[in-house]
Structures are given as structure tokens and as C-alpha cells.
């Protein structure tokens, strides 16, 4: 098989397009920057479907039963007092099925009538409440004013080399998560709650840690990590090790030791040490 990276590049000129095929690819690229334009308006949408319960009511019912909005906003935790929230949550739902967030259909009687049902995407933003993880809390921290207020100074980073986050609030991450105990509680749901998620799959694949005696997690949050680890190798005496701002928010868990302090000026000793390290920027 020839590879085409090994063909020298044609220096015959690209073929014209037609008047048609011209029309096309400019109807095109303008439906593009049109939907550049109201980005926000999906994970804005999103955002207002976790907070309003929409995700977990939808996900509740059995496999193969279909939701009307009108059926929804009856099963919320919070019911609206606005009698068009119907109507108004209909758009919004639509749109999470565009994104393949929520899949619809047409009622068989009203045929005006939309009825809904979960993608299989939505299992990884329940809130379930039983320790399996879920990764909404993060979705919406994400989208939190303080987070938000941050993505406003990415401009300044590029050009004057600012901390985004001491430019929004005029302190370090950490050190508002130690000030503003809210937030700090909402950043440790969040990485506890996707850590999880993440962990589990870890310790069904991954068997290293079976002759591992001492471990520390460097940056360990509230301990969630190390947790799980322990409660399947309970023989590991493990070391949460992070900031005092974060350890003070962290829980008790059998085998581990809550440590706080500096990476950058000392870690504890162990024979493994653990880090998470993220690939998304």
C-alpha cells in the first residue's frame, strides 16, 4: 500500500469549485460561526439542568420510559411556581438532545408534544449519593462565578503573564479555597466526587499496588484517592499529603493519615508515591 506521506505534494492548482459547490461551502462556514456565537448557551444550559435535578428526574424512571416536560417538572426535587416552566424547559431540553445529552421523540398521541429519555452519558453526572462517583459537581464548579470570573483575565496571561485567578480575586486558588469555606467545600466534592470515578476503574486494571506497604498521595485532596486504595489493600498505611487549606475539609479513612504541608518543600516518605496528573488544560 502506497503511503501517502511519501507522495511528493502536487503543485497542480485546486480544482475550481461550481457556483453551486461555492454556495455550499459558504452556507457552511457560516453556520459555523454561528454556532461559535452561542457556544455558552450549551454548557450554560447544561449547568441549569444538573442544578434543577432535570438529569438525575430523567435518569430515575425505568429503561424505556419516555418524559414529557410536563412530566418532568412534576417529578423535580423543586417545583417551579412558573407555569410556563414546561414550555421553557422544552427548549432546553431539546438542545441537550442536539448534543446527545438526551435523546427525544414525538408523543404518540400529542403529536405536538416532545417526550424525553437519558443517553447513556448521563450515568456519569447522577448524583447518586452512593460513593460511586460522578463528575457533575466538577461540571458545575467549572462553571461557577469564581471559575468564571477567572476565564475573564485569560487575556491578561497572555499578555502581561498574570495568574488568571490572583487577577479575578486577588489571592491563590488554594488560598481562597482556605478563605472562602463554600467554595472550599464545593472543590472537595468535586475532585472527591470525579476522582472516584476515575479511581475505581484504576483498581480494577491496575494490581501494582499489592506490594506497596506505605503510599502517599501527593495533592491527595481530602483523601478520596487513597481511600479507595486502602479499602482494597487494607495492608497499606497511606498518606494523604496537601495543603492545610485542602486537608482541613478531608475526612477520616481506615489506614490513612491526613498530612498537611509543601510539596515543593518537603514530602513524607513511603515506598510508592502517587500523583494525578491531568491532561486537559
Known amino acids: 500500500m502506497a503511503n501517502h506521506l511519501q507522495e511528493p505534494l502536487s503543485t497542480s492548482p485546486k480544482p475550481s469549485l461550481t457556483k453551486e459547490e461555492q454556495q455550499l461551502e459558504e452556507e457552511t462556514v457560516s453556520l459555523q460561526a454561528q454556532s461559535l456565537v452561542n457556544t455558552m448557551a450549551f454548557p450554560m444550559v447544561l449547568k441549569a439542568a444538573l442544578e434543577l435535578g432535570v438529569i438525575d428526574t430523567i435518569s430515575a424512571v425505568d429503561e424505556g420510559v419516555w418524559l414529557s416536560p410536563s412530566e418532568i417538572v412534576l417529578r423535580l426535587p423543586i417545583k417551579p411556581t412558573n407555569l410556563e416552566a414546561p414550555v421553557l424547559l422544552d427548549r432546553m431540553l431539546i438542545l441537550l438532545a442536539s448534543h446527545s445529552i438526551l435523546k427525544y421523540r414525538m408523543h404518540e398521541t400529542r403529536k405536538t408534544e416532545r417526550e424525553y429519555a437519558a443517553e447513556p452519558v448521563c450515568k456519569f453526572f447522577l448524583n447518586r449519593g452512593d460513593g460511586s462517583g460522578s463528575l457533575a459537581s466538577l461540571f458545575l464548579i467549572n462553571l461557577s462565578e469564581v471559575y468564571f470570573k477567572t476565564w475573564t483575565n485569560l487575556k491578561d496571561v497572555i499578555l502581561e503573564g ?120
Open 162 to 281: 498574570n495568574d488568571a485567578f490572583s487577577a479575578a480575586h486577588g489571592m491563590k486558588l488554594f488560598d481562597y479555597i482556605g478563605s472562602n469555606k463554600p467554595f472550599g467545600e464545593m472543590f472537595s466534592k468535586s475532585m472527591s466526587e470525579a476522582s472516584t470515578l476515575t479511581m475505581k476503574k484504576v483498581l480494577e486494571a491496575y494490581k501494582g499496588f499489592k506490594d506497596v506497604n506505605t503510599l502517599v498521595d501527593v495533592g491527595g485532596g481530602i483523601g478520596t484517592v487513597l481511600g479507595l486504595v486502602t479499602s482494597k489493600y487494607p495492608h497499606i498505611k497511606g498518606i494523604n499529603f496537601d495543603l492545610p487549606s485542602v486537608v482541613a475539609y478531608a475526612p477520616l479513612y481506615p489506614g490513612v493519615k491526613h498530612v498537611s504541608g509543601d510539596m515543593f518543600t518537603e514530602i513524607p516518605k513511603a515506598d510508592a508515591i502517587l500523583m494525578k496528573v491531568s491532561s486537559s488544560i
